[in-house]
Structure formats: structure tokens, C-alpha cells
């Protein structure tokens, strides 16, 4: 029927053979669209550090084997333009980042070194390349300016951040938003921004993130325990936000003047849940005398509400969720039990990736 927009499943004869330069690509993120991209047969060339944590998806689910991988730190422009040398990409998709809120506070140079300049870096570096044509920029939904309401933030709100982590975003928002006016503005390549927050799935082994703490605490037979039992965050499973991500890159390639913009990318309004309605359900769905309980100690500050209003992307470009937070949490335990049992985790990652997909086709 005309004018009824489909579900967005990644295209493979687009993808086949496409040079992508992923950065960031050993981050939890970066590992699961590594995967990704490869079973479309992109031809991928990721930078980025070693990754963040131990044990991690990268190593676990043996991302580096369909990949080249160069080590290096966005903060160094000499590294960031030599990697796009050598990659010489059509896609670039920039994951690369200093993911954390509370790290932010202890070192916030290391976090405006890596979001803010870091971002400029791959920006320079895409200027002036006649084969590159879709830039897809990563930041999160804590660039815009929270004021505690209950609305959802819509990507014309304004962007800041009280903590050190947010208002690194919404710099990086304003590098984005400068550089395609600036020199994106015509030509062969167009920049795109996506906003996305608050992901899970399986493989985070993160420092101060829910998933990880819970999985972290079950395994080590102790109580999880939760510093803000009523923050409301949208949930969504790490696949989601990929998919988002792909569509931007192929609608950058296809339709630059629609899609050059900044999008949010979240679950829909059902899916926004306290912490406290995570942590039970994933206590529950584990058994085993997993149980939680509150943590007083005193944090520096974090928001409390955030959502976003994600209408301008599903009326424009036709993109919208396909799990609902009922399978991703399914999943996440499923991951996490696999592991735990020793399994095929590359195998396993990837059946998952396969089954989203099916989730996607089907709707």
C-alpha cells in the first residue's frame, strides 16, 4: 500500500564489500556492529584502545577475527588521519568515546580530550575524501540540557549537561552540528548524528553500569546493590540503537539532504522503567538466590528522569524498535547464562544478531 513506511532491515547488497571505518570497535557497541557488519560482508577497519574491561565482548566473542584493527587514541589527530588512510572508507560510523558518567568527574580532561576533540579529529579527518559519503557520528541521549521533566527531549531541545560526561555530548553535538555547515554541506560526503542512551545486552563488563553490576554481583553470589532505585532511563536492547545506525549510514548514502541531520534513537514510551523495575525482573529471571538491595553510599550527582522523543525519526525515516523490553531482558540472561556455561560466544552473539533481525523482517 502507498505511503506505509516498512520496518528497516540492514540491506546486504548495500553493505557487501563496503569499506567502513569503525571507531571505537572494541567497545561493548563497537563489538556487537564489528559482528554485525561483518556477517553483511563490510569490509571493516576499526580503531580504537584495548578494550575497556576484563573479561570483554571483543575477546570473547573473537570480534578482531573478521576485521582490521589498528590501535590507537582518537585524541591523537596524526593517528585518526593515518587510520583513514589506510581504511580509505566509504562509511564511517564514530563509536569512540569515554562512555561513562562517573568516571567523568575523576578525570573530565581525559573526557573532553576524547569526546569533544576526539570527535573533531574524525571529522577533520573525513574532510576532502572524494569516496567517503556517509558519516554516521555516535554521541547519547545525555546531551541534551535536563530539566527533570517528564516530557520526552526532542532533537531541536537544547543541548548541555551539568556533569562533565553531558555536557561532553552536547560539545560534541555543536563540533557535529558546525562541521556539516561548515565543509559537509554539499559535496560527496554527508554527517549524520544519532542520539541513544541507556543500552544493554549481553557482553557489558562495564565499570558502573546496571547490567554489568547485576551479572556481576550474581556470579559472585552477593546482593546487587542500587544507588537510584527510581531513575527512569530508556532501556533498549544494544541491537536497537545499531540498527539506527545502519539505516542513517545506507539513507546518507542514498537521500544525503534528508538525512544529514541529528536523530533520536530509543524504545517506545512502555519501555522507560526505574532501575529498580530492571533489577527485579533480572533477579527474577536468574533464580539462584539473586537479590538486590539499596546502596547508601553518597555519588556525585546524575540525572534522575531523561527520556526521549524519538517521533522524527519514525516519521521521516521510517525507524522504529523491534524487541520489547520483556525479550531483551530474555536475551540478556540467556547471553550471560551461555557464557557462563562456556559456549560459542561469538556463535551465540551472532544468533542473536540473526534473531533480531527475524524480529524485524517479521513486524
Not at 110 to 136: I, Q, Y
Not at 157 to 163: K, N, S, T, V, Y
Amino acid at each position: 500500500m502507498e505511503g506505509v513506511v516498512t520496518m528497516y532491515v540492514p540491506n546486504r547488497e548495500f553493505w557487501d564489500g563496503k569499506r567502513v571505518l569503525l571507531t571505537g570497535h572494541t567497545g561493548f557497541k563497537g563489538s556487537w556492529l564489528s559482528l554485525w557488519l561483518s556477517s553483511l560482508g563490510a569490509e571493516i577497519t576499526g580503531i580504537a584502545l584495548d578494550p575497556p574491561s576484563s573479561p570483554n565482548l571483543h575477546e570473547t566473542a573473537a570480534v578482531s577475527d573478521g576485521l582490521t584493527s589498528i590501535h590507537g587514541d582518537i585524541r591523537d589527530p596524526d593517528v585518526v588521519t593515518a587510520a583513514f588512510e589506510q581504511a580509505d572508507p566509504e562509511v564511517v560510523i564514530h563509536l569512540a568515546a569515554q562512555a561513562l558518567v562517573h568516571p567523568a568527574y575523576a578525570d573530565p580532561l581525559l573526557t573532553f580530550g576524547t569526546n569533544v576533540m576526539g570527535t573533531a579529529h574524525v571529522l577533520e579527518a573525513a574532510r576532502d575524501r572524494p569516496d567517503l559519503r556517509s558519516v554516521v557520528m555516535i554521541t547519547s541521549d545525555k546531551c541534551y540540557r535536563n530539566v527533570e521533566w517528564v516530557w520526552g527531549y526532542r532533537e531541536s531541545d537544547e543541548l548541555g549537561g551539568r556533569d562533565p560526561y553531558s555536557a561532553s555530548k552536547g560539545a560534541a553535538e555543536l563540533v557535529i552540528r558546525s562541521y556539516r555547515a561548515s565543509w559537509f554541506a554539499d559535496g560527496p560526503t554527508a554527517v549524520a548524528s544519532t542520539r541513544a542512551g541507556n543500552v544493554i545486552g549481553g557482553g557489558d563488563w562495564a565499570t558502573d553500569r546496571l547490567i554489568p553490576d547485576i551479572m556481576r554481583a550474581i556470579a559472585a553470589g552477593e546482593p546487587v546493590k542500587i544507588r537510584n532505585p527510581h531513575a527512569l532511563r530508556p532501556w533498549q536492547h544494544v541491537l536497537e540503537p545499531l540498527s539506527g545506525y545502519l539505516q542513517v549510514a545506507e539513507e546518507l548514502w542514498h537521500n544525503p539532504e534528508r538525512a544529514a541531520d541529528s536523530w533520536n534513537l530509543g524504545p517506545d514510551i512502555e519501555q522507560i522503567k526505574p532501575v529498580q523495575w530492571i533489577v527485579e525482573h533480572l533477579t527474577n529471571e536468574w533464580g539462584e538466590g539473586a537479590r538486590w538491595e539499596l546502596d547508601g553510599t553518597e555519588f556525585p550527582h546524575e540525572d534522575t528522569f531523561l527520556k526521549l522523543d524519538c517521533t522524527k525519526i519514525k516519521s521521516t525515516l521510517g525507524w522504529r524498535p523491534a524487541l520489547d523490553l520483556f525479550t531483551t531482558l530474555d536475551w540478556i540472561v540467556e547471553w550471560y547464562r551461555a557464557h557462563r556455561d562456556g559456549q560459542d560466544m561469538q556463535a551465540v552473539t551472532l544468533d542473536q544478531i540473526s534473531r533480531y533481525v527475524e524480529q524485524r523482517e517479521a513486524l
